[in-house]
């Protein structure tokens, strides 16, 4: 995606905020590159949307292309959709037991490791005392893989009957469970290679039987195109809790990932790293989205120089400050600021020994559309007049309130909070160095 990028974005506005156009431009890319790592048509041409929205109008930072501006924005999106508002999506509901988890998927998806994978991490984790139980009675080799994989990690599996149905097998696990004083059961059931109303038919049949607490569909995250449909089905028929996304150590882009979190609404629980037993983690919607995109160092190159020019610009106030500099210009960027950071409120309640001040504004009536006043005044003022507010005689404020289409009274109140503000300043900047600053403006 970078290097398709780059040429698009070399010709984008290098400076200003997004317009419409470089956003389209961008975004066209965008969504290829999306196609290309298996996000569905659909969900893409979604996803795309919503971003064009929130992207255009949006400044451009200084030191990053707009190019990169806009992954950036795509990044921050793709990881809002695939975290959801789910807060901890690794959290199981295990408790009142005995809980029962059920996995599901097509075969081969990962079901019967992944089954294990968990078993162990709740065990080793969460302290939990699991059965497992294999209800796959097509593959005779399956039941005997579950055992196996058991031994492996000191984790109990329900003894193999020859015979039995998978809804027996169910019924027979909830009871062990029960009587063997399990906190949680697995059911592992047997996959299909393509969804089949028989291999539903019985899933549904075992989710009757166990009301399970959990419902993991469990897919290849190589699957692309396929898992949506995959995903689609079985939620509408079983009614899914979470999603397993496996393989991801591969070299896969997961955009399956976003698609199924799309079609089912149901948040991505774990990522398979490997045939290991420890290779699974929670999900982490911020490594999936960087993987997609394909872009990790410059979604965090952004964020750096986002940060920077930030901290540069506090930096160089502070110094002003301490010298007990403070003109109009510094009131304007502090403005600025205090809109950004939520307006007034937010402000006045960070800063310390603002108090008695926020009390004289509240008092007469300031708000957020204020503060845009007073910029506006200031904008107003000739260069030479923000660097030197003493400046500002009659005939000059009747010209500045003018221009700002304002009342010379509001220019007034203006100047007067100017002078109290470099009045704090100074104090402040000798109070320990700015020490209390420094702590007010972060
Ligand atoms: P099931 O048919 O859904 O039960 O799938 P299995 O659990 O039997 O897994 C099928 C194959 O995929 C096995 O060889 C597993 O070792 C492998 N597998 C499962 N999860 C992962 C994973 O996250 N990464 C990799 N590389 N292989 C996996
Ligand atoms: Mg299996």
């Not at 292309?65 to 789910?86: F, N, R, S, W, Y």
């Not at 005997?144 to 015979?163: F, H, N, S, Y």
């Not at 949680?184 to 166990?210: H, K, Q």
Request: hydrophobic share 40%.
């Amino acid at each position: 995606l970078s290097e398709r990028l780059s040429g698009v974005f070399d010709r984008l506005t290098k400076q200003g905020a997004l317009s419409e156009d470089d956003v389209k431009t961008a975004l066209r890319e965008v969504r290829v590159a999306l196609l290309e790592a298996d996000v569905s048509l659909p969900v893409a041409r979604d996803f795309v949307k919503a971003v064009q929205e929130k992207a255009t109008g949006q400044a451009v930072t200084k030191s990053v292309t707009p190019g990169q501006q806009v992954v950036k924005i795509v990044h921050d999106e793709l990881v809002h959709v695939l975290a959801g508002d789910t807060e901890n999506p690794g959290e199981l509901k295990v408790d009142n037991p005995p809980a029962p988890i059920l996995m599901v998927g097509l075969q081969g998806g990962g079901k019967t490791t992944t089954t294990a994978k968990l078993a162990k991490r709740l065990t080793a984790k969460n302290g939990k005392r699991v059965l497992m139980a294999s209800l796959d009675v097509n593959r005779p080799a399956a039941m005997e893989q579950l055992a196996i994989l058991g031994t492996q990690i000191g984790v109990d599996t329900l003894p193999i009957v020859p015979g039995q149905k998978p809804v027996d097998i169910a019924k027979r696990a909830k009871q062990q469970a029960t009587l063997g004083g399990y906190d949680v059961y697995m059911l592992d059931t047997a996959g299909r290679l393509s969804i089949d109303d028989e291999l539903m038919a019985e899933v549904e049949a075992v989710r009757d039987v166990a009301t399970p607490r959990e419902t993991l569909l469990v897919v290849d995250g190589l699957t692309g195109q396929d898992a949506v449909h995959t995903a689609e089905n079985f939620d509408q028929r079983i009614g899914i809790t979470g999603v397993v996304l496996t393989r991801m150590d591969g070299d896969g882009r997961g955009g399956a990932a976003l698609s199924m979190r799309a079609v089912t609404g149901q948040p991505i629980k774990y990522v398979g790293l490997g045939e290991k037993l420890d290779a699974l983690e929670e999900f982490h919607p911020e490594r999936v989205a960087g993987r997609i995109l394909g872009m990790g160092d410059i979604v965090s190159l952004v964020e750096k120089a986002q940060e920077t020019i930030e901290a540069e610009q506090a930096e160089r106030m502070m110094k002003r400050f301490q010298k007990g500099q403070f003109n109009m210009n510094d009131l304007k960027s502090q403005l600025e600021q205090m809109l950004k950071m939520g307006g007034m409120e937010g402000m006045m309640g960070m800063l310390p020994g603002m108090g008695k001040m926020q009390k004289q504004m509240d008092a007469a009536g300031f708000d957020d559309s204020i503060l845009r006043r007073q910029i506006a005044l200031i904008q107003s003022m000739t260069k030479r007049e923000r660097a030197n507010p003493q400046l500002l005689q009659a005939s000059r404020k009747k010209r500045i309130a003018k221009g700002a289409g304002l009342e010379v009274s509001e220019l007034n109140k203006l100047m007067k909070m100017h002078r109290q503000m470099a009045d704090m300043m100074k104090k402040m900047g000798k109070m320990g160095k700015g020490g209390m600053l420094k702590q007010a403006m972060k």
